[in-house]
Structure formats: structure tokens, C-alpha cells
């Protein structure tokens, strides 16, 4: 049994990478409280192989003429939607063998409120007995809402280690009368709760110095769920927040998050240290927002990394992304030498005007000479761009992936959602561009059509689907493939291929493609469709490939 169950909650959606969902932030609550002398469990619902395909949201019918049949293509989209993790009368059934007097549940994003919800729900049903309190990003940005659920008993808003500790200590030593007059919780920051009928809310919490895990903390994540390769995949958070004020960010230093905080060097170390102790680590991801930006910091860390994994094969990742400006030679050879293969660079737009919608410095030059280095360091490189945010067009959109379409990277196309808390968001509710529902807000639902359609969107995500195969096959062959000729696609058409490799079957699509702009999918019958799609944006986009082609 356990004092207090830590529940990292099931997501609905259509992927799922699952090096990124290691409950890495319930962990470090977890620490704080074993210090306290409270005993914990974490409950991860995502460290399950299996998922279930279960039917789209009423509030997804939009997305059915895209991702309503399958494509086995390397330039399809989605198609099935998912639970991923346990149900949740299994989590609810696993917090209740515990028999804990509080229950703590993330509620990181807020696409997935209505998972987080019902799993709060099925603990309040099971195990009545406990208090339970919500923590995370969405909890952070709408604390009303989540209170106005009678399951609900506290919210945390900001980062929840202080918090939790103080308010685990109230609730231990407080009857439940006590509790409602609220005298006490007043005193904690960060908490928010029902006092009759109204809200109270008391200013967020934020580590003034952020720490990481000890063994305690780490012996509670099921790493057995989080392998790459047969050995562990770990994630390390180094920093938190963020200095820049990019408008579509909700960690920004222009949103009501924390400032940028960096933990020292020999702390990271040693907490990465204590998990090469216990597992054979293959793959580290850094989950900071900005890496490596102090010099003496990053290449500390680094070579501490280099010394600590001596003549080992390990990986790691910044998949946050990394601010171009910030890296030299110098750092990117310590990172190639540390184990970083591929970089992944967040560039946002190759647009001036865009990046200063973005309020995002500009990048391009730093970047293009990032993979210039990175070229003679034979390093991979990733670039990230956003498409489909408020007043930013297709074409803008398209403009940036031909440029990357003659760069040696691939292109990393997100797009936009609104994000609580940033400045786009509130800009997108002054302009009621907001979704109606909060299981919107992610990008696999295009939840904003602004000065980019939800067709152009789809179009665009594609089209960065086929660009990157188009990279690979010349990487490969030398060149394009070659387009086919008006008689050949009708006939294509015109019959069922049966079953196809993905590789054959994408390399016969893209040469359709490269005929008539029109994008199209093959089922595991072999059965050939087209997709909707923006035929301006597919005829631009191969005018601009044949422009590239010719140029080079």
C-alpha cells in the first residue's frame, strides 16, 4: 500500500512515440514526497504495448475525407485512433489496491482533458477515500474548469513539487471539515480549490532551483516499457523554460511561465549517473526546451556524458529541438563525440515576415551554417518548421519546404495548435479562431483555419511526407523517379496491384505524382485513391522541385 498514487493517465490519439511519455516530471514529485516520508507509487497507463482502435470523436468528423482510409504508403497521414494505455477501471483498480489518501493525476495537454477526466472519475468511483488533486500544464492554464468537476478536489498550478509536499501533509493531518475552510490550503502556493461555492486560486508555484531524480524516484518508472534497441531509453530534463517569447509558445518567456532555469552540470550527471548503474542505457532525450544555450554549460555536460559512456554505443536527442544561433563547431564536435547522430534544429519559417508574427529570432543563417558543420561531421539533421498558425499562409508554408527541399535535412513540419497560455492563443480567442472543444487542439485535428485552409493544411503535411521520401530515394538512386505518362496512370488506375511492399508501392505513387500533382494512396488490397488535396499547392510544390533540379 501507498500514501499517495501518482497517475500518469491514457491518451486518445493517432500515434503514440513512446520514448516521449516517460512520467519523468510525476517521478520527480514522487521524489520530493518519499523525502517527506510519504510512501508513492507511480501508475504510468502508457507503458503498455497495446492500444485500441476505437472510433473517432463526434468533434473529428472533418477529418474522416482525410484520414478515413488506410494508405500503406510512406506519405500517408493517419487513419486508426487509438486508446493508448490501460482502461481506465484498470488504473482505477490498481490506485485502489494501494489504498492511498491522495491521488495525483497529470494533466499535461489539454487535447487529452477528457482522458485525464475520466480517469479521475473511475479513481473517485473505485476508491472514494482519497482526495484527488490535477497537476500539469492544463491544469495550470484552467484551473476553474477542472474544479468545476466535483471529482476534483485540487488543482497545482505551475510545477508541482512543492506543492505536492505541503499539501500531502494538510490533507494527512486535517479532517475533511478542516480541509473546506480552506484557512490552511491558502498557505501553499500554487493551489487552487473549492471553498463553498466558490474557486480559490492561489498564485502558481515554480522552483526557484529545479532538481532531478535519485534512485528512489527513478525505481518507480516501469523501464521495461521504455527500450530502443533492446536497451534502456531514458529521458533527462536539464533546464526548464525558456528565454525567448516566441508568440505560439506556451513555456515562452512572454506567456506566465517560469523564467529559464539551468541545473548544474554535476547534478544532471549524476542523476544519469545513478541509471547506468541499473540499466544498459542506449538512448538519452533531452527534453529541454533549449539545450545548449551557455557554452561552458552544454560543453561540460557534455564531455562529463562523453567520459561517463567511454567506448559505448549510445544515442542521444535534443527532439524539443535546438536553437540553431547557439551551436559552433566546437559544441557540435563535443556532441557528435558525446553520441548525438542526428540534430534536430527548430527553425519555425524560412519567412522574415513570418518569424516576426512568431516573434521568433531569426535563424536561417545560423542554421544553413549548422548543416554545412554538420555535413563534415557526418551528422543528421532534422529542421522544424510550424505551418497553418494564424495569418501565416500555404504559401508561406510551401515557400519553407522547398527551401529545405534543397538543404541537406529533413523537414520536420508541424501543424500549428493553439496552445494555452501563449500569445497565439489568446490572439486566436480575441479572433474566436478557437475550436469548440478542447479535444481539438492538437495538430492531427488542424484545429485552425485561418489565412491557411484545413485543405491546404492536410496538403501541406503531406506534401513534407513526400518531399522527405523524395530526399531518400535520391539519396539512394542519384536522382527523382522518373513521372509516368498519361496511358500508364489510367491503366494504373484502373486495376487492384494486390498486396505491395510499402517502399514499391510509394515510389509508383510519387512517380504518378510527379505526372499530374494529384496525391494518392494505396490500400493493403492495392487498390488506388486520391487524396483531397490543394492542386495549386501539389503543382507549386513540383514546379518548385523542378526549379531546385535544374538549379543544381
Not at 24 to 34: H, N, R, V
Not at 215 to 225: C, G, P, Q, R, V
Not at 488 to 507: F, P, Q, W
Not at 535 to 540: A, E, P
Request: proline letters at 5%; hydrophobic letters at 40%; aromatic letters at 10%.
Amino acid at each position: 500500500m501507498s500514501d499517495i498514487v501518482l497517475i500518469a493517465p491514457p491518451i486518445q490519439e493517432f500515434y503514440l512515440t513512446k520514448k516521449r511519455t516517460i512520467p519523468y516530471g510525476l517521478a520527480c514529485i514522487a521524489k520530493q514526497l518519499e523525502h517527506a516520508g510519504f510512501s508513492c507509487t507511480i501508475i504510468d497507463a502508457l507503458a503498455r504495448d497495446k492500444s485500441k482502435v476505437i472510433a473517432y470523436p463526434e468533434e473529428f468528423g472533418h477529418l474522416i475525407p482525410h484520414y478515413g482510409k488506410p494508405d500503406l504508403t510512406f506519405f500517408s497521414l493517419f487513419h486508426h485512433y487509438r486508446h493508448f494505455g490501460y482502461s481506465f477501471e484498470h488504473i482505477a483498480h490498481r490506485a485502489r489496491q494501494e489504498k492511498p489518501f491522495l491521488v495525483g493525476i497529470s494533466a499535461l495537454f489539454t487535447p487529452y482533458w477528457d482522458q485525464t477526466l475520466e480517469t479521475a472519475r473511475a479513481v473517485k468511483r473505485f476508491w472514494p477515500k482519497a482526495s484527488i488533486v490535477l497537476g500539469g500544464h492544463h491544469a495550470t492554464q484552467f484551473p476553474n474548469a477542472c474544479l468545476e468537476n466535483k471529482e476534483i478536489d485540487f488543482v497545482i498550478q505551475g510545477e508541482g513539487e512543492g506543492p505536492m509536499v505541503q499539501l500531502a501533509r494538510l490533507v494527512k493531518g486535517c479532517t475533511p471539515s478542516t480541509l473546506c475552510s480552506g484557512t490552511d490550503l491558502k498557505q501553499i502556493s500554487g493551489i487552487g480549490f473549492r471553498q463553498g461555492n466558490d474557486i480559490v486560486l492561489n498564485p502558481p508555484f515554480w522552483a526557484a532551483t529545479p532538481h532531478g531524480l535519485d534512485e528512489t524516484a527513478l525505481n518507480k518508472i516501469d523501464w521495461h516499457f521504455y527500450q530502443r534497441r533492446k536497451k534502456a531509453a531514458i529521458t533527462i530534463l536539464a533546464s526548464r523554460g525558456c528565454p525567448f517569447r516566441c508568440s505560439y509558445c506556451a513555456v515562452s518567456a512572454s506567456s506566465n511561465h517560469a523564467g529559464f532555469r539551468m541545473r548544474p552540470v554535476q547534478d544532471v550527471l549524476d542523476e544519469i549517473k545513478l541509471q547506468a548503474k541499473s540499466k544498459q542505457i542506449g538512448f538519452i532525450d533531452f527534453e529541454d526546451e533549449n539545450l545548449t544555450l551557455k557554452k561552458s554549460w552544454v560543453l561540460a555536460l557534455l564531455q562529463g556524458i562523453q567520459t561517463l559512456f567511454k567506448n559505448q554505443d549510445i544515442e542521444l536527442r535534443a527532439m524539443n529541438g535546438l536553437f540553431p544561433p547557439s551551436l559552433d563547431k566546437e559544441i557540435l564536435t563535443a556532441m557528435k563525440a558525446a553520441g548525438f547522430k542526428t540534430l534536430n534544429l527548430s527553425v519555425g519559417s524560412f519567412c522574415a515576415s513570418q518569424l516576426k508574427r512568431f516573434k521568433r529570432p531569426d535563424v536561417r543563417d545560423a542554421h544553413d551554417r549548422v548543416l554545412d558543420m554538420a555535413k563534415d561531421l557526418d551528422m543528421a539533421c532534422v529542421s522544424y518548421l510550424l505551418g497553418a498558425a494564424p495569418g501565416q499562409t500555404a504559401d508561406t508554408t510551401l515557400n519553407d519546404l522547398l527551401a529545405l527541399a534543397a538543404r541537406r535535412t529533413i523537414a520536420g513540419l508541424s501543424i500549428y495548435y493553439p496552445a494555452p497560455g501563449s500569445a497565439d492563443y489568446a490572439l486566436c480567442k480575441q479572433n474566436r479562431l478557437l475550436p469548440h472543444h478542447f479535444t481539438l487542439m492538437r495538430g492531427t485535428a488542424f484545429p485552425v483555419a485561418d489565412t491557411t485552409s484545413r485543405l491546404e493544411a492536410v496538403t501541406l503535411l503531406r506534401l513534407a511526407r513526400i518531399l522527405n521520401f523524395l530526399k531518400s530515394y535520391k539519396g539512394q538512386h542519384g536522382g527523382l523517379p522518373k513521372a509516368l505518362n498519361t496511358s500508364e496512370i489510367i491503366e494504373l488506375e484502373n486495376r487492384c496491384h494486390g498486396k505491395m511492399d510499402r517502399y514499391t508501392a510509394s515510389v509508383l505513387l510519387i512517380r504518378m505524382f510527379l505526372a499530374d500533382a494529384i496525391p494518392r494512396g494505396m490500400d493493403h488490397e492495392g487498390r488506388i485513391y486520391h487524396h483531397p488535396h490543394s492542386m495549386d499547392l501539389c503543382k507549386k510544390f513540383i514546379q518548385g522541385l523542378v526549379r531546385i533540379q535544374s538549379d543544381h
